[in-house]
C-alpha cells in the first residue's frame, strides 16, 4: 500500500467547526442519534447547526444506578430537559412518552421519531456554555433553547453559567473538548466524577 502526501491535502482546514459558548440565534436541529459507548452505556445525542455550518452537540446518557431516589432525580432531570427541546417543534401534548426504565432506548427512540417528523426548516436560539468536562454543550438546566419568532428572548448568560475553561493545574492529554463521546471511544476523556448525573456512567 501507498501513500501520497500533496498539495491536495488540505492540512490546514478543520473538518468540522464548533460554536463558542454564547447565545447562538437561527440554529436548527439536524439529527437525532441514538447509540451504544465501547463501555455498553446507551446514549443520545442531539445535532445542532448553525448558519455559517458551526456544530454544537449535546449528548443524554441513559440513566443508571440503584432504583433510590438519585435515579429518579437523573431521570425527571433528563425528561424535564428533553422535553423542553421538543417543545419547540411541536405542542406540548405530543410530548408526552411512558416508558419503563429499562426501556430507555424504546424511549429515545420514541423521542427521535417525534423530532424527526417536524424539526426540518425550524428555527431556533439556543444557548452554549461549558460542563465540568470544558465540553461546550447545552446547559443540564432550563431554559436553554427557544423557537426564533417568539417576541422576547428568556435566554442570557448567568453567574452560574460556566463561560471560561478550567485551567488544568498539571499538563494533560490533549482532547477534542468539543466532542465527548468520541473522546470516550478513543479512551482519552478523563473519568468523570461520579457526582455528575449527566455524564457518563
Known amino acids: 500500500m501507498k501513500f501520497l502526501v500533496d498539495e491536495s491535502i488540505q492540512s490546514e482546514v478543520r473538518a ?8 447562538h440565534d437561527n440554529m436548527e436541529l439536524t439529527e437525532i442519534k441514538i ?7 446507551n ?9 455559517d455550518g458551526r456544530v454544537l452537540t449535546k449528548t443524554e446518557w441513559q440513566p443508571t444506578g440503584a432504583e433510590d431516589d438519585v435515579l429518579l432525580k437523573k431521570v425527571q432531570n433528563q425528561a424535564k430537559r428533553i422535553k423542553h427541546i421538543m ?4 405542542a406540548e401534548e405530543h410530548t408526552k412518552i ?6 430507555w432506548v424504546k424511549y429515545a427512540s420514541t423521542v427521535k421519531a417525534k423530532l424527526d417528523a417536524v424539526k426540518k426548516g425550524v ?8 460542563d465540568n468536562q470544558n465540553y461546550v454543550t447545552l446547559p443540564n438546566y432550563t431554559p436553554f433553547i427557544e423557537r426564533m ?10 453567574t452560574i453559567d460556566k463561560i471560561t475553561k478550567d ?3 498539571t499538563e494533560t492529554r490533549v482532547t477534542n473538548s468539543l466532542d465527548p463521546v468520541m473522546n470516550q471511544a478513543l479512551g482519552s476523556v478523563t473519568p468523570p466524577s461520579t457526582g455528575d448525573p449527566d455524564l457518563p456512567f
Open 35 to 41: 447509540d451504544v459507548s465501547p463501555k455498553g452505556n
Open 43 to 51: 446514549y443520545m445525542v442531539f445535532t445542532l447547526v448553525a448558519p
Open 87 to 90: 417543545t419547540k417543534f411541536m
Open 16 to 23: 468540522v467547526n464548533y460554536v463558542d459558548v454564547g447565545i
Open 98 to 103: 411512558e416508558y419503563d426504565s429499562e426501556q
Open 149 to 158: 419568532d417568539i417576541e422576547k428572548t428568556s435566554l442570557a448568560i448567568q
Open 123 to 130: 428555527k431556533i436560539r439556543i444557548k452554549a456554555v461549558y
Open 167 to 169: 485551567v488544568p493545574d
